[in-house]
């Protein structure tokens, strides 16, 4: 996801819990200098920041603001490998 955070730049969103999204964000920060945005170098394979989704839906320049409705962007990968077929799926009939 294109985001803004001293510039445009992009992030990973791994998953959500409640109201707060967890995410890779590959700038590298030991210390979170933003209140409420936690920081964490506890997870790095799967996250390095936790944010509270108000924080995204925002179009000021503020950390992690996705700007403007018209010029937000985003990549969506899905794993077709996982994907659940009628070739893929048993089904049982009592």
Do not use: Q, W
């Amino acid at each position: 996801m294109r985001l803004n955070m001293d510039g445009e730049h992009y992030v990973l969103l791994t998953r959500r819990e409640g109201e707060m999204i967890y995410l890779f964000d590959p700038y590298y920060m030991p210390e979170c200098p933003f209140e409420g945005i936690t920081c964490t170098l506890e997870h790095p394979l799967s996250y390095n920041r936790i944010v509270p989704f108000d924080f995204f839906n925002r179009e000021d320049d503020g950390p992690y603001a996705l700007g403007k409705v018209e010029e937000r962007e985003a990549v969506l990968l899905f794993d077709t490998r996982s994907k659940l077929t009628p070739e893929k799926t048993i089904e049982y009939f009592i």
